[in-house]
Nanobody
Framework: QVQLVESGGGLVQAWGSLRLSCAAS????????MGWFRQATGKEREFVAG????????YYAESVKGRFTISRDNAKKSIYPQMNNLKPEDTAVYYC??????WGPGTQVTVSS
């Protein structure tokens, strides 16, 4: 069983930065591909960024390329998206995900203009 808990969300002004964290439990979690999705009000959940189990490969949605950086610390069973140059359209609930269909409860990110 894998459990994921996000933290680090909040309110930030446009062009500001936030760093989210996702802490995972479960001894095999370091073997999982992990990533982040987000869901804005009235929209479908969408992929944001992902990383392979080693952290050697990363993937980004076009909308966040060049602004978001995902990293991983397997010793801490955690992944971190560093989000820079935030825009109002980045406002959403951000969800941590691990391969196998595991989701965290989400953390709200609100970017004010």
């Amino acid at each position: 069983q894998v459990q994921l808990v996000e933290s680090g969300g909040g309110l930030v002004q446009a062009w500001g930065s936030l760093r989210l964290s996702c802490a995972a439990s479960g001894r095999t979690v370091i073997s999982y591909t992990m990533g982040w999705f987000r869901q804005a009000t009235g929209k479908e959940r969408e992929f944001v960024a992902g990383t392979t189990r080693s952290g050697g490969s990363t993937y980004y949605a076009e909308s966040v390329k060049g602004r978001f950086t995902i990293s991983r610390d397997n010793a801490k069973k955690s992944i971190y998206p560093q989000m820079n140059n935030l825009k109002p359209e980045d406002t959403a609930v951000y969800y941590c995900w691990a391969a196998g269909g595991y989701w965290g409860p989400g953390t709200q990110v609100t970017v004010s203009s």
